[in-house]
C-alpha cells in the first residue's frame, strides 16, 4: 500500500508512505457511509476463496466493523485485515496506517515527534500472573530501510468507538517520525484478539511493519525512488 502524494511537499521530505502487505491480507474502506458495504464484499469474496470461513462470517465482519471504527478516529490512510481458519478456530488480525500532526492536548499546539519525545511518552507495563494480563514493551527500533522508530507492543485493551466498550488484543503500534521539521508521525497498528497466540503474532507484525519506507519524488533523470 502506498499513501496517496502530497502535492505541497518539498523536493527533499516525503510525499507518502509505503508498507508491504501479505496477499493474503484485504484493504477495505474505512468510510461511515460505505464501511459496510465493503466489508460485506470483502467477507463474501474470502468466503468464495475459503469456504470454510463461512460459519464464522458474523464474527469476521464484527472484527472488521471495529477496526473500521478505530480507523476513522486516527486519520488512516490503509486498513486492512487477515481472515484464515486454522484447525476449526478463527484466525483474524487487523492493520491500519495513520499519518497524523501531533499537537499538545491542552494547548493544541504542534508537538514535537522526535524519538526521544516519543519513547518518554509511552510507560511499559510489566507481565501479570496470567498469559493474557495485559502488558507492554517500548523500545527504539530500526527498520529494514534505516527508517528509526519507537514501538510499543504487548497485550492491551483497546477503547472501541462510541462508548462501545472496549476488548483485550494483541497489539504493536510503531510511531515513525516524518525526517527533517516536519511535524507529521506515521503510526502502524497491528492487533488481533488471539491472545494464545501473542508471540507468533507479534513476529508477523513486525516482519510486515520492517517493510515500511517513506517514498520520495523522482528527480528528473532517475528512475528510482529514494527512501529515507
Known amino acids: 500500500m502506498s499513501e496517496e502524494p502530497t502535492d505541497s511537499a518539498l523536493p527533499s521530505q516525503p510525499i507518502g508512505v509505503h508498507l508491504l502487505v501479505p496477499k493474503a491480507w484485504q484493504e477495505f474502506d474505512t468510510h461511515s457511509d460505505t464501511a459496510d458495504q465493503s466489508i460485506r464484499e470483502i467477507v463474501a469474496e474470502r468466503i468464495k476463496e475459503r469456504p470454510d470461513l463461512a460459519e464464522h462470517k ?10 473500521a471504527g478505530l480507523a476513522r ?4 490512510v490503509y486498513s486492512g485485515a487477515m481472515m484464515e481458519v486454522i484447525d476449526g478456530d478463527t484466525m483474524t488480525a487487523s492493520l491500519t496506517v495513520s499519518v497524523s500532526q501531533a499537537e499538545n492536548e491542552q494547548t ?4 514535537q515527534t522526535g524519538l526521544e519525545t516519543l519513547h518518554s511518552a509511552m510507560n511499559p507495563i510489566a507481565p501479570g500472573s496470567r498469559p493474557t494480563d495485559p502488558w507492554r514493551k517500548v523500545s527504539l527500533v530500526e527498520l529494514d530501510d534505516g527508517v528509526r522508530a519507537v514501538r510499543s507492543e504487548g497485550i492491551e485493551d483497546v477503547e472501541l468507538p462510541d462508548d462501545r466498550g472496549s476488548y483485550r488484543a494483541v497489539t504493536m503500534q ?3 517520525p516524518y525526517p527533517g521539521n516536519d511535524p507529521k508521525v506515521a503510526v502502524i497498528t497491528a492487533s488481533t484478539p488471539q491472545l494464545a497466540l501473542a ?3 507479534l513476529q508477523l507484525f513486525e516482519a510486515i511493519t520492517a517493510t515500511f519506507r517513506f517514498v520520495y519524488a523522482v528527480a528528473e533523470g532517475e528512475n528510482t525512488e529514494r527512501s529515507a
Open 58 to 67: 458474523g464474527t469476521l465482519r464484527k472484527l472488521l466493523k471495529n477496526s
Open 73 to 76: 478516529e486516527n486519520n488512516v
Open 108 to 111: 493544541g499546539e504542534v508537538a
Open 174 to 176: 510503531t510511531f515513525v
Open 199 to 201: 508471540e507468533p503474532m
